[in-house]
């Protein structure tokens, strides 16, 4: 015979002999043999109500020693329900850092991983080249037109005054102290962030959110060698150049506006800029370029390698790299400035 056992009885049977001291049940099952045989069992539902919370049973078979079958019983578990943590709430346990403090820390980290690469040698030289056509060549007409007419409406500003005063011969010196220490490196900056800063944090970020840069891991490659050292490197390389290029334009749009316009001879220009200018001013123009190509460029790919929410978060990722490299161009150019140029106040004597 097969015996089932519940702990708690729901049904009420008229047959008392079925109850076990201990408050079971006791159902006789026939086996097959003995199918021809009828259980009949009387009763009545019978309401409850339960203060506890329902609990799981678990099913087992143990040998009955009666008749040495199987019998099938159900037995409670223990209460399921887990204690409350007793770890104690601390107040930097659910605290998550701000999005642009995360990023800005990856962006040092970038930063860094590009350093220790490029010393190296870890550089993919040919994506390299494809990034630094992109970053000069591509982007030369715009720099020169900005170029220009910048020049041009700074001569408006004070060639007229100067020429008043009597200080004509001082205008050639004044424009190229002005393009090779401040306009021409930041002017350039900013075109080329505007320009490649949103397209490098574009193309990063749609990469991002469409798992490309996982799919590059999977085949063996690293993320930082193949898409962020060669971007870094093209920038850095090439803005150099395009100010050098900006710089020239610029004096030259300048020079020929206030030779046409305000009667100043472009001799007495070249002149007074040749006098002016020392070799410390370009260097110090190129050294400005690539501290802010390196800053449009990391900046721009931490942007994109951390974007995060499909294509609405590439369109905030892009936006907020270009902001955050204008700003941080700014800062940069504030701080060269003051360390190249503290002191240095003697150009225009020899004028």
């Known amino acids: ?4 056992s519940y702990l708690h009885p729901f049904t009420y049977y008229s047959d008392r002999s079925l109850f076990k ?5 006791k159902l006789q099952i026939p086996y097959p043999s003995q199918l021809g045989r009828k259980v009949l069992l009387t009763g ?4 409850c109500k339960f203060l506890m919370p329902k609990q799981q ?3 087992f078979a143990v040998p009955n020693t009666d008749d040495g079958h199987p019998s099938v019983s159900v037995l409670e578990d223990s209460n399921t329900n887990h204690a409350p943590n007793s770890e104690p709430e601390t107040v930097l346990r659910k605290w998550s850092p701000p999005r642009y403090m995360w990023r800005g820390f990856s962006a040092l980290i970038l930063a860094g991983q590009v350093i220790v690469r490029t010393l190296r040698g870890k550089v993919h030289w040919r994506n390299t080249l494809q990034q630094l056509k992109r970053v000069g060549p591509n982007s030369v007409g715009v720099c020169l037109l900005t170029s220009a007419f910048v020049g041009m409406a700074f001569t408006i500003q004070f060639v007229r005054e100067f020429t008043r005063l009597g200080l004509s011969r001082a205008v ?3 424009l190229a102290l002005a393009f090779s220490r401040e306009l021409s490196p930041v002017i350039t900056s900013i075109v080329v962030a505007g320009r490649i800063g949103s397209a490098f944090a574009a193309e990063l970020g749609t990469m991002q959110v469409s798992e490309q840069t996982d799919t590059l891991r999977v085949l063996g490659a690293d993320p930082v060698d193949y898409l962020v050292t060669p971007r870094v490197i093209a920038t850095c390389i090439a803005l150099p150049f395009l100010t050098l290029m900006c710089f020239t334009v610029g004096m030259a749009s300048s020079a020929l506006l206030a030779d046409g316009i305000y009667g100043v001879s472009i001799n007495i220009i070249l002149e007074s800029a040749r006098r002016a200018l020392t070799s410390w001013d370009i260097i110090s123009a190129m050294i400005k370029s690539q501290a802010f190509g390196a800053i449009i460029s990391i900046v ?11 294509a609405k978060g590439v369109g905030e990722s892009t936006t907020s790299a270009v902001v955050i490299s204008l700003v941080g161009i700014f800062i940069a150019d504030f701080v060269l400035s003051y360390c190249f140029f503290q002191g240095v106040g003697d150009s225009l004597k020899n004028l």
Request: with cysteine; charged share 10%.
């Open 44 to 47: 009545r539902p019978q309401t």
């Open 300 to 310: 721009s790919c931490a942007w994109g390698v951390t974007t995060m929410g499909g």
């Open 1 to 4: 015979m097969q015996t089932a």
């Open 21 to 25: 001291p201990d408050g079971c049940v």
């Open 57 to 59: 049973t678990r099913l």
């Open 172 to 174: 050639g010196g004044v």
